[in-house]
Structures are given as structure tokens and as C-alpha cells.
């Protein structure tokens, strides 16, 4: 029987969030210490464990059938190999490892316009991406590589400029760093080998691609149950984000109230359950979904 082989980062960012996803999946990985690849009981898939920096070559050359990847290191393979034409499909979009590519500056430096960075030193583990970035600005500068602790290299006078991720933008302001321009938007995305791949493994590809759809759509979406009297439904449907048409069901001991059970696609915060509140609802349960399938 065929066997589905799926990269993931073996120790970093992106490695709990994708093993909880998958074993919201259904495919659960026994994975010992220091070995490169985890089985999977429930499923017909092993894991490959590898740096995220490798995936990339991984899917290209077929080592691996899907792999789950940072958007910024696959673009950045992507435009380094352009002479081999490595076209690495993404197939999903995974709404984790969110991040972006930014440029930054000593934070008393001038800077106007991307155009200040002309003749400037940047240093980056990202070249590829700055490289096409200042190539579309017009900018003449020198991209440097540096493979770790890109903020300190303006301090120590190796770099004027940085080109690094940024999340929460934390480390920059910790290195007296200022944000002036973001060249890359990320995300971890479902990667897939542009090599053959044969009819059972497509079938399994497809039915964990609905597993997933099920389960990122699932995400913000909540179950929310209330009491409400038949004349405030209109308005309790305006007031919930993103929701269906909601179910209705008689209470038993009332007739002008009955019960709500509507589904949101949307993150249902505190005020919309107290703008709820006012406009008569009670008794009213927010719930989690764990699967939604359309
Ligand atoms: O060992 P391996 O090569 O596999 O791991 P790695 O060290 O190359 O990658 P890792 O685990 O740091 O990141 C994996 C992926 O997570 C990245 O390729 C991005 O797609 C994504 N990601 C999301 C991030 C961040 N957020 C992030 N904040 N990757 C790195 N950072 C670092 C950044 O380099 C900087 O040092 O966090 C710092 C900035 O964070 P803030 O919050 O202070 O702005
Ligand atoms: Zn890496």
C-alpha cells in the first residue's frame, strides 16, 4: 500500500501548531527523538522531519509528496533556483506562521523613501526576495547574507540596513531598530511535489485536503445557542458576524420565546454577546466546533 511522505519543520516555529493540525486531522506520529521519520498508525502517512530551509528541494526533487513550509523560505528557494524552474505548488494556505519580511533601520537614521537605501549595506537571510524588492524599487544596494542574529549587525557596523522577519516587532524595538518598509508577507503554507504522483496517493491527498478544509474552517467558527423572543430575531441575526440562517425550536414552557442555535463564521467577542443581551436574548452558550463541513 502507498504511503503518503510529509515534510515538516523538526524543531522550530511551525512544528506544534502543524502535529496539532494534523492530529486534528486524524493522523497522530509517534515520534522519537533524533530520528528522521515518524509513523503514523491511524493513517497511511509518515512524517519526515527535517529544516525548514530543506523542504523546499525535498518536494521539488519528489523526496517528499506534501510538506508544510514558511511562504518566505519557499519563495526564497523559489527565486534562488529560478534558472531550474522549481515551481512548488501551494495547495493550502495555513493561516499560522504569520509573519513579514521587513526592512529596518538604525531608529535615529533618516529615512524617507526605500530610495534612501541606495548604496547601502543590508544584511539579510533572505537575499533572493530583497534582491527582487530593491530590483522592482529601482534601489541600488548591496544585499549581505547573515544566517542568524540579523539585528545586531548594524550595531556592529557590518550593515547599515536589516531585511528580516518581524512578528510581533518586538525584537527590532529591543535593538533600537525602526520598521521603514515590508517587502514580503508570510504564512505556513500545504506545499505539494510537482513530481508525479500516483491515483492512491492523489485520493489521499484530496481526502486530507477535506480534512483540513473541515478544520481551518472550523477554526473561528463558533456554535452559539440562546433564548430569544420570536419579535428580536432579526435583529439578534444582525448583530451576529458571518451567520447562517439560524435554527429555531419552540421552548416548551413559553410561546413567545423559543431557542437559537446559529452557527458564526466569525470570533464572537464579549460585546457582541452583551449587544445580544440587550437586544433580549438570554440564557446564551458560545461554543467551539472542532470540524465543519459544508
Ligand atoms: O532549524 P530551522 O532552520 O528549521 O528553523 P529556523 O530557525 O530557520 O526557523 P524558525 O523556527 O525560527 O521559523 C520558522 C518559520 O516561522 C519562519 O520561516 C517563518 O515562516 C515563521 N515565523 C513566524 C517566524 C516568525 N514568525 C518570527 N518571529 N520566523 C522567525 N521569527 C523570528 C525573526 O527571525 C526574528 O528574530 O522572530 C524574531 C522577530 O519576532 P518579533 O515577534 O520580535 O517581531
Ligand atoms: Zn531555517
Redesign the pocket.
Same mark, same amino acid.
Given at each position: 500500500m502507498e504511503k503518503l511522505t510529509i515534510a515538516i519543520? +523538526? $524543531? %522550530? /516555529? !511551525?512544528t506544534d501548531k502543524t502535529l496539532n493540525i494534523l492530529s486534528q486531522c486524524g493522523l497522530e506520529f509517534h515520534i522519537k527523538k533524533d530520528v528522521l521519520f515518524a509513523s503514523c498508525a491511524s493513517y497511511p502517512a509518515e512524517l519526515m522531519l527535517v /529544516?525548514?530551509?530543506d523542504i523546499p528541494a525535498y518536494i521539488a526533487n519528489g523526496t517528499c509528496d506534501l510538506g508544510f513550509v %514558511?511562504?518566505?523560505?519557499l519563495e526564497e528557494k523559489v527565486l534562488k533556483n529560478n534558472n531550474y524552474d522549481l515551481d512548488i505548488p501551494i495547495i493550502k494556505k495555513m493561516n499560522y506562521? +504569520?509573519?513579514r519580511l521587513s526592512i529596518a533601520v538604525p531608529k535615529e537614521q533618516y529615512f524617507e523613501s526605500v530610495k534612501d537605501l541606495e548604496g547601502k549595506v543590508i544584511a539579510t537571510s533572505y537575499p533572493n526576495i530583497l534582491n527582487d524588492f530593491l530590483k522592482a524599487q529601482g534601489v541600488d544596494a548591496k544585499a549581505t547574507m547573515i544566517n542568524g542574529a540579523v539585528?545586531i549587525t548594524p550595531k556592529l557596523n557590518v550593515a547599515d540596513a536589516i531585511c528580516?522577519?518581524? $512578528? *510581533?516587532? %518586538? *525584537? !527590532?524595538k529591543a535593538n533600537g531598530l525602526k520598521e521603514v518598509a515590508q517587502i514580503y508577507q $508570510?504564512e505556513?503554507v500545504l506545499v505539494e511535489s510537482p513530481k508525479s504522483i500516483c491515483d492512491e496517493k492523489r485520493k489521499m491527498i484530496d481526502q486530507l485536503l477535506q480534512r483540513l478544509d473541515g478544520v481551518l474552517s472550523a477554526q473561528n467558527t463558533k456554535y452559539v445557542m440562546m433564548n430569544a423572543s420570536k419579535a428580536s430575531l432579526d435583529k439578534i441575526k444582525e448583530i451576529l458576524p458571518g451567520a447562517e440562517e439560524p435554527s429555531i425550536m419552540p421552548l416548551a414552557q413559553s410561546s413567545d420565546k423559543v431557542a437559537v442555535h446559529i452557527v458564526c463564521k466569525e470570533e464572537v467577542f464579549w460585546k457582541t454577546i452583551e449587544q445580544l443581551k440587550a437586544a433580549g436574548a438570554s440564557s446564551i452558550l458560545v461554543l467551539p466546533i472542532e470540524k465543519y463541513i459544508q
Open positions: 519543520q +523538526k $524543531s %522550530g /516555529r !511551525l /529544516r525548514d530551509d %514558511g511562504e518566505n523560505v506562521g +504569520k509573519c539585528e528580516d522577519i518581524v $512578528s *510581533t516587532g %518586538g *525584537t !527590532l $508570510s505556513c
